[in-house]
């Protein structure tokens, strides 16, 4: 019974990327590797230190961070952009901010032709509040989903990050304050580990507060702050096909 689940399961994955997925990683366990996401049916999403999700695009690596209900592919760049404010004017709303305005003319336009094509707008998650933030992982996506933004190039969420651990890390507050299980279970975290990383998410307690992470705990600082690391997040369209294994040597390439 259990050969059958594994071979269905791994004929949904095989259907959605166009190759054959290690399934080790899908059932939930410590292992590094590709789970189904338990707060929503037919999504699934990479976790671990270092999961084999690494994918060239644009002639760089980047990493594949969850495949999507709506077939939808979303991958967060492998290396820092650059280090920017999220808005010039310090406030904290992605819609308007400078940094929005930069990552979907400036850097797009910078990306090539071809990987241009492949990036369909999507809404990213945008909403959260702070007073929830000990409930679990299911209750927070649902918050960030109450606000909504299309764009071509964002920034990763709370709840990403809190998917690709594959310690446990299921709510906000398990993460505030040194938690270094969290942060070395997550290949998100290890981007930037030196420094902070911008999300898409502010505090909506505020008019100039976005929440930060890496550096082993989440933090928050003013929007105009110049020295947070921009990690560029993206959908890819639905109908591509992936060849390769996923590892850094040998990662996944768009067919």
Partial sequence: MEEIFFKIISAVIAFITGTDIEMKGIMISQNDGLYQDTTESGRYVYKGVSPNNYLLFNNELWRIMSFEKD??????????????????????????????????NDYYNFLSKEAQKLIVPHYFNIGFNFENSEKNLSALKKQEEKNKAVSKVGLMTISDYLFASSSG???????????????????????????????????????????????????????????????????????????????????????
């Fill in 71 to 104: 077939g939808t592919v979303k991958i967060i760049k492998n290396e820092v952009l650059l280090n920017k404010a999220f808005d010039e004017n310090n406030k904290n709303d992605w819609t308007s901010s400078s940094l929005n305005s930069y990552l979907n």
């Fill in 169 to 255: 890390c299921n709510n906000l507050a398990s993460i505030f304050g040194d938690n270094r299980d969290c942060y070395k279970s997550n290949y998100i975290s290890l981007i930037n580990h030196k420094n902070y990383m911008w999300t898409i998410t502010k505090d909506y307690g505020t008019k100039n507060i976005v929440i930060t992470t890496g550096n082993m705990y989440f933090g928050d600082s003013e929007a105009y702050f110049e020295n947070i690391g921009v990690v560029p997040v993206l959908y890819l369209k639905k109908d591509i096909k992936l060849t390769g294994k996923g590892k850094k040597e040998i990662p996944f390439e768009i067919k």
